[in-house]
């Protein structure tokens, strides 16, 4: 998980800031890429904006059938990163 959080960026070319989990509106025009719990993403969900050309790397905890299909609906595309590894 550490190479898709901090070195993908970088061997992109691109860079990495740091959110904050109280935010009120998130724009995501100028990210090519967000992470976030699915605890977090249920919560915020409705303060995602401009998400459709964003790449969700979602993780942490697991992901509902129903938080997974109103992503798909407002990302570019979707990716669980949960899995054993995560455990």
Known sequence: I???EFGLPFISGGSIEIG?????????????FIQITPG????????????????LF???????????????SKFKRVVNIYGTTAC
């Open 20 to 32: 904050d989990r109280d935010f009120q509106n998130l724009d995501c025009s100028k990210f090519d």
């Open 2 to 4: 550490f190479i898709i």
């Open 58 to 72: 979602i993780g942490g905890e697991v992901l509902s059938s129903s938080l997974l299909r109103n992503t798909i």
């Open 40 to 55: 977090l993403c249920f919560a915020k969900l409705d303060n995602i904006n401009n998400a459709l050309n964003t790449t």
